[in-house]
C-alpha cells in the first residue's frame, strides 16, 4: 500500500517562503508522477506541479512557473516542493499525491494521497 505524509505547511506573510515535504513509502512501481495538488477553501483539487518518479520532467502550472520547484529524491523517498514569492492566492491545503499521468488532478486518477499539509499566505 502506497502511503504519502506530508510536513512543511504553516502561515507566511506575501513574498515569503515555504517548503513542502512528502515521504513516500510502499511505491513499487517507477513508471509514475508524483504530483502535488491543491485545494483552496470552497474549490476543488487544482493542479500545482509534478515530475516523473526517476526525478526527471518537472512541470508547473502556469500561476507557480518561476516562483515553485518540484524535486524528488529516490534516495530519501521523498518529494519537495520549494515555495518562493508566495502570493495569498497560494493559500490552500497542499496535497502529495501518485499518478499514472503527469497531470492528474483527481482522485479517479490517483493511485494514493496524503492527507494535507496547509499552506496559508497572509499578511
Known amino acids: 500500500e502506497v502511503q504519502l505524509v506530508e510536513s512543511g505547511g504553516g502561515l507566511v506573510q506575501p513574498g515569503g517562503s515555504l517548503r513542502l515535504s512528502c515521504v513516500v513509502s510502499g511505491l513499487t512501481t517507477t513508471s509514475s508522477y508524483m504530483i502535488w495538488v491543491r485545494q483552496a477553501p470552497g474549490q476543488g483539487l487544482e493542479w500545482v506541479s509534478s515530475i516523473y518518479n526517476d526525478g526527471s520532467a518537472p512541470r508547473y502550472e502556469d500561476s507557480v512557473k518561476g516562483r515553485f520547484t518540484i524535486s524528488r529524491d529516490n534516495a530519501k523517498n521523498t518529494v519537495t516542493l520549494q515555495m518562493n514569492s508566495l502570493k495569498s492566492e497560494d493559500t490552500g491545503l497542499y496535497y502529495c499525491?501518485?499518478?499514472?499521468?503527469?497531470?492528474?488532478?483527481?482522485?479517479?486518477?490517483?493511485?494514493?494521497r496524503g492527507q494535507g499539509t496547509q499552506v496559508t499566505v497572509s499578511s
Open positions: 499525491a501518485v499518478g499514472r499521468q503527469p497531470y492528474c488532478h483527481g482522485d479517479y486518477c490517483f493511485t494514493a
